[in-house]
């Protein structure tokens, strides 16, 4: 049965053990639960899967690279704490632009791996995250056009007309897909989604929405649960944390150990019903015994029609001050296995090259009357030496640039449009070539349209869906 607690949930004292057999009553679990929402920072071991979500005016209007002063004070420091102080040079214009913060984590996240030390910049902590340039945590990167290009594709890549953030997928000829996929713990907002929250007070059970572990963190990777998951649809699919009373044991859960789970459909997190919500988006399943009446939970679910499905975990009791949980290993029945890179995001999108650190620009933002931001436009490209060319596959690629990079006033672009990144018979070539696509499949030596420049470093987007970026219709259409 659980164990024996008291209405505080004290622990058993030196002795009190565990002892597998028909749950024990539940306590009450009526108190009132609050949650609190925190920013989180997406992180990947392998390959570059990173949230897209920075607004395109925030990235057209900004002084850390609308400002050729601060621009080149930017690059010519390196990418820590100390530049960005208030009494630094850079921190002016923090202080007076909150774009110029926005703008100043993406870079982080692009530039930065997670292991660099964090930017801490106006009170706000930036992580690292898809490190295509850690040479700028340790100095100047004037002289690195390769650096300065791969953060500018980043940069790039990770904006989104729409307002939500959407994971996408970033390869190069020497950036490979990761073999597995973590589930993502963050909402559409880019908030770390609600269930992971503290509860506030202490509760049991599983049908809570708070106190649940993230899907993609340490504890996740050891319960072998940090991953998307692939089934049939319509299949009936079982997941269990040591269960064994259908015949067939799933997982394990050590002694002293207490979990729960909950299954979901997609690639995130999902809430468990409630009086309000006897329903809720995603939900598959949960489960707190077995169908023997065990401890060890084992959730039974059908497949979604879309193949997906991520698992939760919770100890029973989650105390009002946190404890360290039990451990548990979750097994897997008439499951497909994990998702790749590759499998998950099948729509290669197109490619961005060029830097966005040099050369002119059409929106310049300057000091005006009491020390405040004025935007001077002079051309209807933002970073006229930024460019981007579509997939071949898109019908309308007219249609999907300007609802992807032209959706500033005046129909004003982010980058430079230069077409379709490969040739056919009615275009002619951006791209050199595609890289085989048993490595990544991502587009290599794209080339500026006027001058003609070739660019080694430019950057290749892959979407789970065609419509991920730009609100549905004729825009986003593809002819496979």
Request: glycine fraction near 10%; proline fraction near 7%; include cysteine.
């Amino acid at each position: 049965m659980r164990r024996l607690i008291t209405a505080a949930f004290a622990v058993c004292a030196a002795g009190c053990g565990p002892v597998e057999e028909a749950a024990a009553p539940r306590i009450d679990e009526s108190r009132p639960e609050t949650a609190t929402v925190e920013q989180a920072i997406r992180r990947d071991e392998d390959g570059i899967i990173i949230m897209n979500g920075l607004p395109p005016a925030k990235l057209a209007e900004n002084f850390l690279l609308n400002n050729h002063t601060y621009r080149s004070i930017f690059i010519s420091r390196p990418l820590v704490s100390a530049t960005f102080a208030t009494t630094g040079a850079l921190g002016t214009p923090l202080r007076a632009d909150p774009n110029s913060l926005d703008v100043l984590e993406y870079v982080v996240r692009c530039a930065l791996a997670p292991s660099d030390a964090p930017v801490v910049a106006m009170g706000v902590t930036m992580r690292g995250e898809a490190g295509l340039c850690r040479a700028w945590a340790s100095g100047s990167i004037e002289g690195n056009t390769t650096c300065q290009r791969q953060v500018s594709a980043c940069l790039l890549a990770l904006s989104n007309a729409v307002g939500a953030h959407v994971p996408v997928s970033i390869r190069s000829a020497t950036i490979a897909p990761a073999a597995e996929v973590r589930p993502y713990s963050m909402t559409s907002t880019g908030d770390l989604h609600p269930v992971f929250a503290s509860c506030g007070v202490s509760t049991a059970g599983v049908h809570h929405n708070c106190g649940w572990q993230p899907v993609d963190d340490t504890a996740a990777d050891a319960a072998g649960i940090a991953r998307i998951f692939r089934c049939a649809a319509g299949a009936t699919v079982r997941v269990g944390g040591g269960s064994s009373c259908t015949g067939t044991t799933l997982g394990s859960m050590t002694p002293g150990s207490d979990k729960v789970l909950r299954v979901c459909s997609g690639i995130g997190p999902c809430k468990g019903p409630t009086s309000s919500d006897p329903a809720p988006v995603g939900f598959l399943g949960q489960a707190q015994n077995d169908s023997c009446g065990t401890i060890k939970p084992e959730v039974v679910f059908t497949c979604p029609a879309d193949g997906k499905y991520v698992v939760m975990q919770r100890d029973y009791y989650v105390p009002a001050t946190p404890r360290t949980p039990g451990t548990m290993t979750v097994g897997h029945f008439n499951s497909l296995g994990a998702f790749s890179e590759t499998q998950l995001f099948g729509v290669r999108e197109g490619a961005f090259f060029g830097s966005l650190f040099t050369g002119p620009l059409g929106r310049e933002v300057i000091w005006g009357p009491a020390q405040t931001p004025i935007t001077v436009i002079n051309g209807p490209i933002v970073f006229p030496g930024t460019y981007s060319c579509e997939d071949a596959s898109f019908r309308d690629e007219v249609a999907y640039r300007t609802a992807r990079l032209c959706t500033l006033s005046g129909g004003h672009c982010l980058s430079s449009p230069t077409g379709i990144c490969q040739g056919d018979a009615t275009h002619e070539n951006v791209c050199d070539g595609i890289a085989g696509a048993s490595t990544t499949g991502a587009f290599y030596a794209c080339w500026s349209s006027s001058p003609p420049v070739k660019y080694d470093e430019g950057l290749t987007t892959f979407l789970r869906g065609q419509c991920d970026l730009v609100a549905s219709g004729t825009a986003c259409k593809q002819d496979n």
